[in-house]
């Protein structure tokens, strides 16, 4: 038992590349056709088609309307990921369990459901709604409820990749910065947050590329209006439904090369984020 153990370890494996050629039989058809199709799409008509594509106004607005709208729902998540993540890492208190659930739910809810409870909370028609409304606000069907939906969606991604670095975390720098008179302010700017550049700089990436791809909720809290809260998303479902597909497909092209972008940084980042990390 023992000598076949080294002679299967030791000599040729021909699971190898059988394995090989079935993940990425399996991933072909699933995956990589489909991305590929995309760029194959899209060019087939030549560069100047494609970039004509791309810079129409509607196109322009959609893209920048979807770069702000996530850049605000990361910022916002990021903080408050951070500060749930120190609060629940440090503190034990009655209810704790019941509140990393309720933050982690949103990963497991349709998005549609999600923009159709905005509505029904924030809609015209809806309690708060009212409330604003006779204020003279209107938060549905405009950019802010865009960026509504974006937290609500991406709302457990930063405390997802923060939190388990604050569980890990040694307490011993803390405590040192303590007995020399650092106040608990100057303790977690100076010495904590230093230590959680890594799961941060990770965590607003994963938060923006998830809130730039929103579809389902934002569908629903923002009217799908061209050049007023139309996304990139929802400009690629309108154009696609219009029958304009050359459109549709320069803007998903920029997605999945903005999409590739940031998971090649967080994959090939990954130890200089973890170093980063453990150095600070």
Known sequence: MKIRAIRH???????????????????????????????????????????????????????????????????????????????????????????????SLPTAIPTAVAGFALLLLWGPNATLGRLLNSQGVQLMFTPYAIILANIFVTFPLAFGVIKPVFDTMSRSMEEASATIGATRLQTFWYVTLPSLRGAIVGGALLTFARAVGEFGSTILVSGNLAERTQTAPLYIFAKFNEGQIEAANAIAIVLALLSFVIFSVLFFARDWLEWESQEA
Do not use: C, H, Q
């Open 9 to 103: 370890v030791r000599g040729y494996d021909v699971a190898r590349p059988i394995s090989i050629g079935v993940m990425l039989g399996i991933m072909l058809p699933l995956v990589l056709l489909p991305l590929l199709s995309i760029f194959i799409y899209g060019t087939k008509k030549g560069l100047g088609t494609f970039w004509s594509a791309l810079v129409a106004p509607e196109a322009i607005f959609a893209l920048k309307l979807s770069m702000v709208t996530s850049f605000w729902a990361t910022v916002f998540n990021v903080i408050f990921g951070l500060f749930a993540a120190y609060v629940l890492s440090r503190y034990d208190f009655w209810g704790r369990n019941a509140v990393i659930v309720t933050i």
